[in-house]
């Protein structure tokens, strides 16, 4: 992840009193940061003590890396995914 690179041997860890609204910028901006990925088709929301994922990605690959970013910053237990795996080929 971008965020826990800044530092070698820095771990991402946001503080237990961080906000729902930090974890949420926190996605979106790892999400802007993962080569080879256009993000536009997504989006982050808050919904009560959840983030919601939502939208299209190209392939199963994108798809785990979208989730993996968004456990690892909320835990797998805060996150809700509404995003649909779509490739189309040419």
Known sequence: MFLSTL??????ALTPDHGISMEKTAIETELSYIPNFDASDLSVDVTGDYIVVEG??????????VLRIAHEIVGYDRVLSRIVVCSFSE
Not at 56 to 65: F, I, M, P, T
Request: proline fraction near 6%.
């Open 56 to 65: 299209v990605v190209k392939s199963n690959v994108e798809l785990a890396r």
């Open 7 to 12: 530092q070698p041997s820095a771990t991402f």
